[in-house]
Each structure stands twice: as structure tokens, then as C-alpha cells.
């Protein structure tokens, strides 16, 4: 069957530190994946794009990467803010047409 | 920027009364979504919209319909309301414009049925 899985377990880290988040998925051939912050109580918003011909993509803290042999992606805030506390969903083109399937996404809780 | 607008962020209704969540969006997108979101489910895609007064059955359709008769709005209707239907509802709209359009979504309406 098909599935996206993120950790459902929250991660908590300190400030400062590098929050790493991983988006496996099964029995999908995504063109590219996404990733999404939602804070409570709000809709999701969209922070990354990857396509499957790249490798890593940066946006300031922000770094994904794409391995679509290991049918993985990580995504990483590097010097992490108590500000970055959110979920984050990851999202694919599971089926086509513009239509994104979304992970369950993991709560990250940053301390100072 | 984009906005996306939803017309209740609460609303509570009884079991078996018809109930109409409505988005607008401001950016002339071609795509509009209606998601539900629960916990441990994710976000679960209802229907889609890929142009006016066309419309696609997303994962979970059953007991929902949509309408869109203009571009920037986009309306989900439970016909009769259950309390399986309980959720938070979230809208998106994108661009349309090709494969990895970011979506962008509404505050939501958290939908209690009684």
C-alpha cells in the first residue's frame, strides 16, 4: 500500500541545535515533495520545494534533501529558534494532477 | 500575497443539518483544494477544483459535495451532517500553472457536529 511516514513522536531540542526531520515514503514515484509549517490552529505553510532530479535545496536555516532511492527526505533547520516549534508536514504528488498527499508531520519543540 | 479566506474558524451544527463551509481566494488560481484534517489522519483531501464549475473527487468524498461557479470561490457542502464530520476543514488554492505549484491554505473552520 501506499504511505507517507513522518515521525509521530515529537523531537525536542535546545536552541542553537540542528532539528533534522524525515518524510519516508512507499510505493510512491513523486516528481517532487514538499514541506509545510503548521502552527496550531492554523493552515499549513508552504516553506520548500525538492524535485526529484535534486539533490538538496537551502533556504536560509532551511535545508531538504531528496533521496529517491532510499525513498526519503530530510529536512533540516540548522541553528534552531524556540520560534521554529511547529509541526511540519511533507508532501508529495502522490497522484497526480497538481494533488499533494501529506505525511501526519512531526511536532518539533525548540527550548531555550 | 495570497490570501486565502474561510468563512467560520468555529462552527458547531447538529446531526443531520446541510452546512456550507465557503473559501475565497484573491490571487486568480486556477486550483482549490478542501482538506479535513484530524489527529493521526493528517490532512486528507476531500475534493479538488481544477478550473471553474470542474471539480474532482479527492480520498474521502463520501458524504460532501462541492461547488465552484466562480474562480475565487470554492464551497464545500456536508448535505447532512454526522458526527463522524467533526474535524477541522482547511481550504487551499494554487497557482496551476504546472507540477510543484505550492499550495496555499486558509485558517480553517473547525467543525463541531452534535
Known amino acids: 500500500s501506499q504511505k507517507i511516514e513522518q515521525n509521530s513522536e515529537a523531537l525536542n531540542i535546545q536552541e542553537g541545535k540542528t532539528a533534522t526531520l524525515t518524510c519516508n515514503y512507499t510505493?510512491?514515484?513523486?516528481?517532487?515533495l514538499q514541506w509545510y509549517r503548521q502552527d496550531p490552529g492554523r493552515g499549513p505553510v508552504f516553506l520548500l520545494l525538492?524535485?526529484?532530479?535534486?539533490k538538496e535545496k537551502r533556504k536560509e536555516r532551511l535545508k531538504v534533501t531528496f533521496d529517491t532511492t532510499l525513498k526519503q527526505s530530510l529536512f533540516h533547520i540548522t541553528a534552531s529558534q524556540p520560534a521554529d516549534s511547529a509541526t511540519y508536514l511533507c508532501?508529495?504528488?502522490?497522484?497526480?494532477?497538481?494533488?499533494?498527499?501529506f505525511g501526519t508531520g512531526t511536532r518539533l519543540l525548540v527550548s531555550p | 500575497d495570497v490570501k486565502v479566506t474561510q468563512s467560520s474558524r468555529y462552527l458547531v451544527k447538529r446531526t443531520g443539518e446541510k452546512v456550507f463551509l465557503e473559501c475565497v481566494q484573491d490571487?486568480?488560481?486556477?486550483?482549490m483544494f478542501w482538506y479535513r484534517q484530524d489527529p493521526g489522519l493528517g490532512l486528507r483531501l476531500i475534493y479538488f477544483?481544477?478550473?471553474?464549475?470542474?471539480?474532482e473527487k479527492g480520498d474521502i468524498p463520501e458524504g460532501y459535495s462541492v461547488s465552484r461557479e466562480k474562480k475565487e470561490r470554492f464551497s464545500l457542502i456536508l448535505e447532512s451532517a454526522s458526527t463522524n464530520q467533526t474535524s477541522m476543514y482547511l481550504c487551499?488554492?494554487?497557482?496551476?500553472?504546472?507540477?510543484?505549484?505550492?499550495?496555499?491554505f486558509g485558517p480553517g473552520t473547525r467543525l463541531t457536529v452534535l
Open positions: 490571487m486568480d488560481h486556477e486550483n
Open positions: 477544483s481544477y478550473d471553474v464549475k470542474m471539480k
Open positions: 508532501a508529495l504528488d502522490g497522484t497526480g494532477f497538481q494533488k499533494l498527499v
Open positions: 525538492i524535485r526529484e532530479n535534486e
Open positions: 510505493n510512491y514515484s513523486p516528481a517532487y
Open positions: 487551499a488554492s494554487s497557482l496551476g500553472a504546472g507540477g510543484g505549484d505550492e499550495q496555499f
